[in-house]
């Protein structure tokens, strides 16, 4: 199964959108449609590269960054996703996370030493009137 993405500029033509649909000899085509584009301001542009996807037997999927073009063309049939939080298929990591087991256990915590010998709930601070004892001594 062949796939190929096919960029449309901001000034193309409906017409030569679906030019590009029909020259294209692979059956899932990526139409990536950028913000503001001319050809996403009528719905009926995105029927006519349907129309012609349904034709040939092409599968089209929209990218578009454009919340517009995404909500037009879902609500004409036609599936679309926004690249930025799309996860494909063929999506590959090179990062794999490892299988927890429940048996497996933390390794005990190691006790770190103390400093001067003293732990925080064993020192012992002076109260106001020591230290005005000690500042009187010097």
């Known amino acids: ?3 190929i993405r096919i960029h449309v500029d901001k000034n193309d033509e409906p017409v030569s959108v679906a030019e590009k649909i029909i020259n294209v000899e692979a059956e899932e085509i990526f139409l990536n449609i950028p913000k503001f584009s001319k050809f996403a301001e009528f719905a009926d542009n995105f029927h006519l590269i349907k129309r012609e996807a349904d034709a040939l037997g092409k599968k089209l999927i929209i990218e578009s960054v454009d919340d ?3 909500e037009m063309s879902s609500v004409i049939g036609i599936d679309a996703v926004n ?3 799309a996860r494909y298929k063929r999506q590959f990591s090179d ?3 490892r299988a927890f087991q429940k048996t497996q256990t933390r390794p005990p915590r190691v006790q770190r ?3 001067n010998g003293i732990g925080r709930s064993q020192a012992v601070f002076p ?3 020591e230290r005005r004892e000690n500042l009187a001594k010097v």
Request: glycine content about 6%; overall charge positive.
């Open 113 to 115: 030493p103390r400093r």
């Open 83 to 85: 690249p930025v939080f």
């Open 68 to 70: 517009k073009v995404i």
């Open 95 to 97: 990062i794999v996370a």
């Open 127 to 129: 109260t106001s009137g």
């Open 1 to 3: 199964m062949a796939i």
